[in-house]
C-alpha cells in the first residue's frame, strides 16, 4: 500500500515506510520492531537497546541504538545509527550480549555499567572471560577500554540492580568489599547474606519493595533477621530511598562496621568516590590500559 492509501486509513506514519493505527498505543517492543522495519537487513541491535531485549528494564529506551558496518546514512529522531568498520559478532537478535555491554560502556557512568554488568553475568549472557578477550581483541572499538576497566567491578553473583548499586558504594567509599550472597556460617539454618563481610560478623541487605508489598516475604525477613541476631550478625537494611542518598548508606555500613572491632578508615568522598558516579570514558581519558593483544595499536579509522 502507498503512503497515500494508508493516510486515508487511519494510519500515522511514524517512520519511513512504517505506519501504526492512529488508536494504537506504542509499546517499547513495538519501536524496536518499526526501528527494524525502517533499516536494512545489516542494521543490528546494539548498546542498551539489545541488553533490554534479554529482559533488562533499566536505561533510556530512545533512542533505539542499531549499528551497521561501513556507511549508511540515516537520520530518525527514534533512532541512533552506530557506523563501524567492522561488525562485533552477532547473533539472531543482533551483536551477542557482550559487545552490546561494550557499546554501552562507551556511554555508560561507572555505576550504570556495574549494574549492567552484573546483570548480564549473573543471567548468563556473557562471561569474564567472554567479555575480556573481545574487548581486548578489538582494543580499537568505542567502549573496549572501558568495559576492560570496569571488569575488576564486576561480581556475577549479585541477583539485583540495587544490590549492585549498593556493593559499589560501599567499594568505591573505601570500605571492604563484601561477598555477594554468601552463605552465612549457621548451622541451625540456611541464610544467604546478599552482601556479607565476614570478618566483622555484618551483612547488607536490600530491602526492595516485594520485601513489604509480599505478606510472605515479609514474614520470612523477620525469621532470618532474627536468626541473624541470635547467632551475633549485625546488619544494615538498605532501601530504594536510601540509595537516593549514597553517602549516607557508605556511613550507616562504617558505622555498623566500627560497632564490630573494624579500625580501618572511614569512608573518603574524594577523588575515587566521585568516579563511580563520572561517565567512564572520562574516567580513563584516552589512554589505553596497556592490554594490547600482540602489542598491535587498534586506532580507529
Not at 38 to 62: E, V
Amino acid at each position: 500500500m502507498t503512503g497515500r492509501m494508508l493516510r486515508g486509513r487511519r494510519f500515522i506514519r511514524i517512520l519511513p515506510r512504517i505506519y501504526r493505527h492512529r488508536d494504537h498505543v506504542m509499546t517499547d517492543d513495538d519501536w524496536v520492531l518499526a526501528a527494524r522495519l525502517a533499516l536494512p537487513s545489516r542494521a543490528h541491535l546494539t548498546g542498551i537497546t539489545r541488553i533490554q531485549q534479554l529482559g533488562l528494564d533499566f536505561g533510556p529506551r530512545f533512542p533505539v541504538r542499531f549499528v551497521v558496518e561501513g556507511d549508511l546514512h540515516l537520520a530518525f529522531d527514534e533512532i541512533f545509527l552506530h557506523r563501524t568498520k567492522r561488525l562485533p559478532p552477532t547473533d539472531g537478535e543482533g551483536v551477542i550480549p557482550a559487545a552490546a555491554f561494550i557499546s554501552f560502556c562507551g556511554r555508560a557512568r561507572v555505576i550504570d555499567a556495574i549494574k549492567v554488568g552484573d546483570w548480564l553475568l549473573y543471567h548468563g549472557h556473557m562471561t569474564v572471560g567472554e567479555l575480556h578477550d573481545l574487548a581486548l581483541a578489538e582494543q580499537w572499538r568505542d567502549g573496549a577500554d572501558q568495559a576492560l576497566w570496569v571488569l575488576d567491578h564486576l561480581d556475577g553473583d549479585a541477583r539485583s540492580l540495587p544490590e549492585s548499586e549498593t556493593r559499589a558504594i560501599v567499594e568505591f567509599a573505601g570500605l571492604p568489599v563484601p561477598e555477594v550472597n554468601r552463605r552465612l556460617p549457621i548451622e541451625d539454618s540456611i541464610v544467604i547474606g546478599d552482601l556479607v563481610l565476614l570478618e566483622w560478623r555484618v551483612v547488607v541487605e536490600y530491602e526492595g519493595s516485594h520485601h513489604q508489598a509480599d505478606r510472605g516475604q515479609y514474614v520470612s525477613d523477620i525469621s532470618r533477621y532474627a536468626v541473624m541476631r541470635r547467632h551475633d550478625f549485625g546488619y544494615v537494611q538498605v532501601t530504594k530511598e536510601k540509595l537516593a542518598r549514597a553517602r549516607s548508606v557508605a556511613r550507616e555500613v562504617h558505622r555498623e562496621l566500627v560497632s564490630r572491632g573494624y579500625d580501618g578508615p572511614p569512608p573518603e568522598f574524594g577523588d575515587r568516590w566521585r568516579t563511580l558516579f563520572t561517565r567512564l570514558h572520562r574516567v580513563i581519558g584516552c589512554e589505553r590500559l596497556g592490554r594490547r593483544a600482540g602489542g598491535e595499536d587498534g586506532t580507529a579509522s
